[in-house]
């Protein structure tokens, strides 16, 4: 929740979504309950490439996390977000923003722009603020509707980072070094460049999640392990603290956090660069080449395709091994086309890459085009827009609020 954070799907209809329960099977059982600093990192996650973002009513000391029976249905709770860092490209909104315009027809979701994780790395101070608003903006012109989702700024919460620190309390050292993410980028990056924050990043991660008492978190391939720690640290801090426990200290005991279910997407909505049909479109990408970025005009969005890796075989086909270009470009007129593999399949199955490039390019302009005009509408206007990000960030508070006091009395604190 790069880390875009916490989604990525094809397509999700208002019915119960699929969660994979094999994911953690066997591996959060009672007896993880039992004995603290038992829970173990030990199987490995296939696919993993680094983080990116993406619960019921709110809480207070004296309600329970998991809201009583009533007559009116309580929403299950979505959060998820995208860095701010780097251009919005095609992967960012196929593999997460567009799936958040059905998520909020039914669920309650908040999507906040994850200005506190894109610091982890070197970053342009003078960008950042520009960054996160024009983020923002994406949001709300690809259809985020402030009436039924809330949008803010992770920064302007600041329970965030308070819980994020008691949580480290928690966490065993060892869980975070197991972690992909940071191997890989302290070794590119060297050991006298990486900053503490790259370490304790999933922490964050969790605290995103488990401060607004997340029902689901969608996840993609590269944040399953940062998920898990989630979970497996609501296990352990719920076990410590929580309980007869917190009884004892005047809490209503139970739990403290939900512990979160993982939301899969179905296959296919990873999206992968242009320039390489094996490797996901990234923000990180040195070549600008190698992605769609949402705000691309028409004449470089027509230069990319054009421009874009191909193979040498004949018709275009889905899935063939041999062919990741083709099924990657095939999967991304689908997304954008809105129609199904098996109409894509036998509309484009004769056609040579020429003919194709040119559907391709018109289906992405013509896409793009209305948001593009929408967020130019919307960042021109600064006070709508740090109106919707004021009142979005209160309704968060106001969750996350509930839900720290809950743990800072848990853990044992004076209360103020």
């Given at each position: 929740m ?5 989604s990525?799907f ?16 066997g ?6 309950l039992?004995r603290?600093?038992?829970i173990r990192h030990?199987?490995?996650i296939n ?12 809480v207070?000391?004296?309600q ?5 029976t009533?007559s009116?249905?309580?929403?299950k ?5 995208v860095?701010p860092t780097?251009?919005?490209?095609l992967?960012?909104y196929?593999?997460?923003i567009?799936?958040?315009?059905e998520?909020q ?6 999507f ?11 970053y342009?101070?003078q960008q950042?603020?520009k960054a996160?608003?024009n983020?923002?903006?994406?949001y709300?012109?690809?259809?985020v ?7 803010f ?5 600041r329970?965030?980072v308070e819980l994020?620190w008691?949580?480290?309390s928690a ?5 975070l070094?197991?972690?992909?993410q940071?191997k890989?980028?302290s070794?590119k ?7 503490v924050?790259l ?9 995103d ?5 997340s029902?689901l978190v969608?996840?993609g391939?590269?944040?399953k392990?940062h ?5 497996e640290l609501a296990e ?5 603290y929580?309980g ?9 005991g ?6 979160p279910?993982p939301?899969?997407p179905?296959a296919?909505?990873r999206?992968m660069?242009?320039?390489d049909g094996l490797s996901?479109?990234?923000k990180s990408?040195p ?10 005009p ?8 054009k421009?874009?890796k191909?193979d040498s075989f ?5 899935d063939s ?8 470009l095939?999967s991304?007129?689908?997304l954008?086309?809105g129609?199904?593999?098996e109409?894509?399949a036998q ?5 040579n890459w ?5 559907l391709?390019?018109?289906a992405?302009v013509d896409h ?5 005009v929408r967020h ?5 206007d600064?006070?709508y827009?740090d109106?919707v ?5 209160t309704?968060?508070a106001a969750?996350a609020d509930a ?6 009395q ?7």
């Amino acid at each position: 929740m790069g880390r875009a954070v916490l989604s990525q799907f094809l397509t999700l209809s208002n019915s119960t979504p699929r969660l994979s329960s094999s994911l953690f099977c066997g591996r959060l059982g009672g007896k993880y309950l039992k004995r603290p600093g038992s829970i173990r990192h030990n199987r490995t996650i296939n696919g993993y490439n680094g983080a990116g973002f993406r619960c019921c009513c709110s809480v207070s000391l004296s309600q329970p996390a998991v809201p009583e029976t009533s007559s009116i249905p309580v929403r299950k709770r979505i959060v998820s977000g995208v860095q701010p860092t780097g251009a919005i490209h095609l992967g960012n909104y196929l593999g997460a923003i567009k799936t958040w315009i059905e998520l909020q027809n039914s669920y309650d979701t908040l999507f906040f722009i994850v200005d506190l994780h894109a610091i982890t790395l070197p970053y342009d101070t003078q960008q950042l603020s520009k960054a996160t608003r024009n983020t923002a903006a994406i949001y709300l012109a690809c259809g985020v509707d402030t009436s039924k989702a809330s949008v803010f700024v992770q920064s302007h919460v600041r329970a965030d980072v308070e819980l994020m620190w008691l949580l480290s309390s928690a966490t065993p050292i060892g869980w975070l070094n197991r972690m992909i993410q940071f191997k890989e980028k302290s070794r590119k990056a060297g050991d006298e460049n990486v900053g503490v924050a790259l370490l304790t990043y999933p922490v964050l991660m969790a605290s995103d999640i488990l401060l607004y008492q997340s029902d689901l978190v969608p996840v993609g391939e590269d944040q399953k392990q940062h998920l898990e720690l989630t979970r497996e640290l609501a296990e352990r801090v719920n076990y410590l603290y929580g309980g007869r426990k917190w009884k004892k200290l005047g809490g209503r005991g139970g739990a403290i956090f939900k512990v979160p279910e993982p939301l899969i997407p179905p296959a296919g909505a990873r999206v992968m660069s242009l320039t390489d049909g094996l490797s996901k479109m990234s923000k990180s990408a040195p070549s600008d080449q190698s992605r769609i970025n949402l705000l691309d005009p028409k004449d470089v969005i027509a230069n990319k395709i054009k421009r874009c890796k191909t193979d040498s075989f004949s018709g275009m086909e889905f899935d063939s091994p041999e062919r990741p270009e083709c099924n990657n470009l095939l999967s991304i007129y689908q997304l954008i086309s809105g129609k199904t593999k098996e109409e894509v399949a036998q509309e484009c199955q004769d056609m040579n890459w020429g003919t194709f490039k040119t559907l391709l390019t018109d289906a992405l302009v013509d896409h793009l085009h209305p948001i593009q005009v929408r967020h130019e509408e919307i960042i021109s206007d600064p006070a709508y827009l740090d109106g919707v990000l004021g009142e979005g960030a209160t309704k968060a508070a106001a969750i996350a609020d509930a839900t720290l006091s809950n743990v800072y009395q848990a853990m044992g604190f004076l209360y103020r």
